[in-house]
């Protein structure tokens, strides 16, 4: 009879380290053209934060777009919208509308 021998090598894995890093916070400034509107109207709703490379803008009730650093709100009924960065440095800002 034939005798298997088994050797187990232990696998070693090696990760290379990532440079990780903390965005830097900034802050955001959120204004409307008109502000408030009237039910039916719209305004155009402008974010603006130094450092920041786009905004996710929420809830997406009412809005032209859920990105950018401008976007059109046609809510029908009052509403606070929320813009976060998204790329750049962080933070947030409201507006109720």
Do not use: H, R
């Amino acid at each position: 009879m034939k005798q298997i021998l088994s050797i187990i090598i232990p696998l070693i894995l090696v990760y290379p380290f990532k440079n990780v890093f903390a965005q830097p916070p900034c802050t955001v400034s959120i204004s409307a053209f008109n502000n408030p509107i009237c039910y039916g109207d719209s305004t155009q709703i402008v974010a603006s934060a130094l450092g920041a490379a786009n905004f996710i803008w929420s809830p997406a009730i009412g809005l032209s777009a859920t990105t950018g650093f401008s976007v059109k709100a046609s809510p029908s009924s009052n509403i606070t919208y929320t813009a976060i960065v998204s790329g750049g440095c962080s933070g947030s800002d409201s507006i109720p509308i």
